[in-house]
């Protein structure tokens, strides 16, 4: 591994050279937009990213290749993912056409569509002959992430998903599985149910700690609110009656979710109810903890894939290198939590030119070089992400990394899109604060779906039935 003390520069050539001498076909769909592109040089766009590690794509690699390519000056507004959502329907409502690409989270795209926020791709993604490109993005992602009522407003850009990370040499010890049989009666192996990950996680927090835990998870509600998600439905929940639009989660299927995941803090570290993406990190990266749910970084970082570079210093030196392995989650479900989609704003006043750079970004030869960024967070979300030879090579395990991510996303489970859905979510988080409070889960569930029937009200019944409508029907909605 190289020194913590080697530059973030040297990290980012080291990571992408191999992939920069790859051949460019004229045709290609990244050469189609850039060669468009070059009647606007000298011109600039201004694209929406998140803020922090995500940013760094864009403003350290990305767009200095575009910019050298096209002459297209290209301006990143970092925003904090949330606010991204307020600000882009703020600035749409102004009128000021400030922006002109959007990062777009898949559960935003109701209400920016309807709101007439987003610009319709089909007209350009027809003239610049992507449509072929487009087949290449996994069909998780491409079946459920780029419309709305039949129009496509977005292009999916980040393979957002959550596997099951577990430590291999653990479920590998001869002598753990001895025991683990002996006392559970059946092979200590990665947990296919969620009564399977209990026994294994009570299994090695009896037999290992307080050094170890056998789980932890994200308890945070903001975080929490789409493990429930997950849950209820691999559980064989539905969010809403569809013919009523009256919420169905304070079902026995509901309270059995959240009675669950207050049990499972028994055998998890203490004050895991508050813990977010940095502490459930940290704890499996120093080895403190055997399993958890989580997005894909967890598995390339705990192999200290480029976490020497300079933008990674803030994580934990692995002490778990060669001994992680990765399953799809319990109940054969994953939940695509939040992820990102590049769109047009319909308010700019360079909607083509603004439309080329998502086809050259998001194209198979610039993609497959930007989700290698060891530092930046976008996931795989091309087939050929998942097979590409060079990223195989990235560290020993990788392959199985990336295997794991596709069968992942094949079942992969769509964060509830409808209008105003983050109202819907932010009651759910109040319920599961108040889950950690101590209150009873039924009484939790009743009060949340009280609270659901008050917005679906306030925003119409017939309304909300459409959208939802259009979004149950999408092929990952439900199991």
């Not at 998140?50 to 096209?70: C, H, M, V, Y």
């Not at 993406?277 to 403190?288: P, Q, R, V």
């Not at 017939?462 to 990952?476: F, H, I, L, T």
Request: aromatic share 12%.
């Amino acid at each position: 591994m190289l020194n913590r003390r080697v530059t973030w520069g040297a990290a980012l050539i080291a990571a992408a050279a191999p992939l920069a001498s790859m051949p460019v076909h004229a045709q290609s769909a990244s050469e189609r937009a850039a060669e468009a592109a070059k009647k606007y040089a000298g011109e600039e766009i201004t694209i929406t990213w998140e803020a922090g590690l995500q940013a760094l794509d864009p403003k350290n690699f990305s767009i200095p290749k575009w910019e050298e390519r096209t002459g297209v000056k290209v301006r990143v507004v970092e925003l904090p993912v949330g606010e991204m959502f307020t600000k882009t329907m703020q600035e749409y409502r102004a009128g000021t056409g400030a922006y002109d690409v959007l990062n777009v989270v898949p559960a935003w795209m109701p209400d920016l569509a309807q709101a007439g926020a987003l610009e319709p791709l089909g007209p350009f993604i027809d003239k610049y002959d992507y449509r072929a490109d487009l087949e290449g993005i996994a069909p998780v992602y491409r079946n459920n992430w780029m419309t709305y009522q039949d129009k496509v407003y977005a292009i999916p850009d980040d393979g957002d998903q959550w596997m099951l990370f577990y430590r291999k040499d653990l479920f590998n010890d001869a002598e753990n599985q001895r025991q683990f049989e002996q006392e559970y009666g059946y092979a200590l192996e990665p947990p296919k149910t969620w009564d399977q990950f209990d026994d294994i996680a009570r299994f090695f927090t009896d037999k290992y700690g307080p050094e170890l835990h056998g789980a932890a998870m994200f308890g945070k509600p903001p975080y929490a609110q789409r493990t429930f998600q997950e849950r209820f439905r691999v559980a064989g929940g539905r969010f809403f009656d569809p013919e009523t639009m009256k919420a169905t989660i304070n079902t026995e299927t509901g309270v059995e979710v959240l009675e669950r995941m207050r049990a499972q803090v028994d055998y998890m570290p203490d004050g895991v109810q508050q813990w977010g993406f940095g502490e459930l990190l940290s704890a499996f990266l120093k080895g403190n903890v055997a399993m958890v749910q989580s997005w894909p970084p967890f598995g390339r970082w705990a192999a200290g894939y480029g976490t020497d570079s300079e933008p990674l210093s803030w994580v934990p030196a692995t002490q778990i290198a060669g001994k992680v392995g990765y399953a799809v989650p319990p109940g054969g479900a994953s939940q695509m939590a939040v992820g990102f989609s590049l769109s047009v704003a319909s308010n700019s006043d360079q909607k083509e030119l603004a439309y080329l750079f998502i086809q050259w970004i998001n194209s198979q030869e610039i993609s497959l070089q930007r989700v290698q960024l060891p530092y930046a967070l976008r996931d795989p979300f091309r087939e050929s992400h998942y097979t590409d030879s060079e990223y195989k090579s990235r560290w020993d395990s990788a392959p199985e990394y990336l295997q794991t991510l596709k069968d992942s996303a094949a079942v992969g489970l769509l964060d509830l899109s409808i209008v105003q859905t983050a109202a819907y979510q932010e009651a759910l988080q109040r319920g599961i604060s108040r889950l950690w409070a101590g209150d009873d889960p039924q009484k939790i569930l009743d009060d949340v779906a009280a609270e659901w029937n008050e917005i679906t009200e306030r925003v119409g019944v017939e309304r909300q039935r459409k959208v939802y409508q259009d979004w149950a029907s999408k092929p990952n909605a439900y199991p």
